[in-house]
């Protein structure tokens, strides 16, 4: 399975934009789904995660009630829609394909290539 992440892009703080991971060679269904990011010098974090039927989602501490993952299988995409972004915000955004728990441990067994997003303050 191939993912390609898109969607990112240069923002103002307080603003929105949404990420899209799309899968070819495979599909997304009966896999979980996580999006992870890296800013410029840190270490690689776990952002987002949805469960394989999309009933389940888990947020890190710092995207919570800012960003929603949601997954369309039909369209075989995954989505981040992240509002009122913050400086902090701004790194290269990655998904990844795996188990829920795995993901959310920052264990993924498929990785894509990553959308970069800044956040002007």
């Known amino acids: 399975v191939q993912l390609q992440a898109s969607g990112g892009g240069l923002v103002q703080a307080g603003g929105s934009l949404r990420l899209s991971c799309a899968a070819s060679?495979?599909?997304?269904?009966?896999?979980?789904v996580g999006w992870f990011r890296q800013a410029p010098g840190k270490e690689r974090e776990f952002v987002a995660a949805t469960s394989w039927s999309g009933s389940s989602t888990y947020y890190a501490d710092s995207v919570k009630g800012r960003f929603t993952i949601s997954r369309d299988d039909a369209k075989n995409t995954v989505y981040l829609q992240m509002n009122s972004l913050k400086a902090e915000d701004t790194a290269v955004y990655y998904c990844?394909?795996?188990?829920?728990?795995?993901?959310?441990?920052?264990?993924?067994?498929?990785w894509g290539q990553g959308t970069l997003v800044t956040v002007s303050s």
């Open positions: 990844s394909l795996g188990f829920y728990g795995g993901l959310v441990s920052g264990t993924g067994d498929y």
């Open positions: 060679g495979g599909t997304l269904r009966n896999w979980a």
